[in-house]
């Protein structure tokens, strides 16, 4: 139940294309949903979080989409640059100070250009 | 620039020799954790301190410890390491329930 399961491992896109990594939790208690940006050698950084008050939030070119009674969250990264290669982490934690952030797997993008 | 500094960023011992990895922030946030993360796997947490307390995961081994002399430091300990250790040591700090921002990690490699 503390499971963050995400989809595809991995994903080619083409430049300019629309890049979509989808996750999924059990664990109704979760109310904090970051996504995380992680380049070879480096650490996770933190791209946009929602909490499931809102069914979407969109900063630049990233959109994360929620739906509570599904249980599902997924990252939208529109106009996909090859810059944007790297791995990609969805999370889920309940929002209180010193809980763990729940990874899910991650998801390698390759954008092509 | 406020940030998350791990030092060393590779670090190699012994199998079962003492290692300290560390980590310091001027974010002044009061919540550190170490995380572990395996080669292609997410990271997880193996313990956090909130202020000057110490909270460890049900799962973290023994051979795990952690110190906090201050706000700016704290030092992940592995008392006697062994292969299955090897791995990116990453640092985190929030400011009470607020978004964690990493460091860069520290590689650990066992010989």
């Known amino acids: 139940q503390q499971q963050v399961k995400q989809s595809p491992q991995s994903l080619i896109v083409q430049k300019g294309g629309i890049s979509i990594i989808n996750c999924a939790y059990e664990n109704t208690a979760f109310d904090y949903f970051p996504w995380y940006q992680q380049f070879p050698g480096k650490g996770p950084a933190l791209l946009i979080a929602i909490r499931p008050d809102v069914s979407e939030k969109k900063e630049g070119r990233f959109t994360i989409s929620f739906n509570k009674s599904a249980k599902q969250f997924s990252l939208h990264i529109m106009d996909s640059q090859p810059g944007d290669s790297a791995t990609y982490f969805c999370?889920?934690?309940?929002?209180?100070?010193?809980?763990?952030?729940?990874f899910g797997k991650g998801t390698t993008l390759s954008v092509s250009s | 620039d406020a940030m998350v500094i791990q030092n060393p960023r590779y670090q190699v011992t012994q199998f079962g020799k003492p290692v300290t990895l560390s980590c310091s922030q001027t974010?002044?946030?009061?919540?550190m954790y170490w995380y572990q993360q395996k080669s292609s796997q997410a990271p997880k947490l193996l313990f956090h301190y909130y202020d000057k307390d110490f909270n460890n995961e049900a799962d973290t081994p023994d051979n795990f410890q952690s110190r906090r002399p201050n706000t700016s430091f704290c030092f992940l300990d592995i008392r006697s390491p062994g292969l299955g250790d090897a791995a990116m040591y990453l640092c985190?700090?929030?400011?009470?329930?607020?978004?964690?921002?990493f460091g860069d990690g520290t590689r650990l490699s066992i010989l």
């Open positions: 985190a700090t929030s400011r009470g329930a607020q978004a964690q921002h």
């Open positions: 974010l002044n946030h009061n919540v």
């Open positions: 999370a889920a934690a309940v929002n209180q100070a010193g809980t763990a952030l729940i």
